[in-house]
């Protein structure tokens, strides 16, 4: 079952603005992880995040983390056109199996 | 960082065949991979999970017999879509994990396309 769900599912911005988008979950978890999958590509890695930690940053990429409401957000700033993919956050699920949420298909207009 | 490699990145072929995807770990030994399928513009659904030299854990309502899994080495696992009909047409892709290169994230091939005509 997929335990992640993400909002919006779609999200379309201009180039140059920050794209915010929301992950929710339902059980405990050791840590998030949030991948990006290009249109008929496999996933690519962006951020880890522990169950420990409240935000980690990486370039343009801010992540955050709520236990208390088991949601989390991944924040895009100054995003480009290549920004464009749909993003998916992932959880652990016992040991090495990640549940995936529903995913955001994010469009940056030039 | 890790690279996972998965051939073909396309495949078309008859109803009742069977079809035969690699997933290759290239940088590093994969104690485990996974197997998932995606619908379009839908989410990862998790297949299976295998790890070397055991046999593959399949998730509730996968079909063992239909999806052969097989994970001989630290650096390969295969999926075998067995006699394959229309609705086994999907994209397919795999990941893998393991080591200190790859110890909590998961490395994905590059996907799978099936055609089953």
């Known amino acids: 079952s997929q335990q992640g769900e993400e909002d919006p599912q779609a999200l379309s911005i201009q180039e140059g603005e920050n794209a915010t988008m929301n992950c929710s979950y339902k059980t405990s978890i050791n840590n998030l992880q949030w991948y990006r999958q290009n249109s008929g590509r496999g996933l690519v890695h962006l951020i880890l995040i522990r169950s420990n930690e409240r935000e980690k940053h990486s370039g343009r990429l801010r992540v955050t983390l709520d236990t208390s409401k088991k949601s989390s957000s991944l924040l895009i700033t100054a995003s480009r056109a290549a920004d464009t993919a749909s993003y998916f956050c992932a959880t652990e699920e016992g040991t090495y199996k990640y549940i995936f949420g529903t995913g955001t298909r994010l469009k940056v207009l030039a | 960082g890790a690279v996972v490699s998965q051939h073909p990145s396309r495949v078309i072929c008859k109803s009742g065949t069977s079809v035969k995807i690699e997933c290759r770990s290239l940088d590093f030994q994969a104690t485990t991979m996974f197997w998932y399928r995606q619908f379009p513009k839908k989410s990862l659904m998790l297949m299976a999970t295998s790890n070397e030299g055991s046999k593959a854990t399949y998730e509730q309502g996968v079909e063992k017999d239909k999806f052969l899994i097989n994970h001989a080495s630290l650096t390969l696992s295969t999926l075998t879509v067995t006699s394959a009909h229309p609705e086994d047409s999907s994209f397919y892709i795999c990941?893998?994990?393991?080591?200190?290169?790859?110890?909590?994230?998961?490395?994905f091939g590059a996907g799978t396309r099936l055609s089953v005509l």
């Open positions: 990941s893998a994990q393991g080591g200190a290169l790859a110890k909590n994230i998961q490395y």
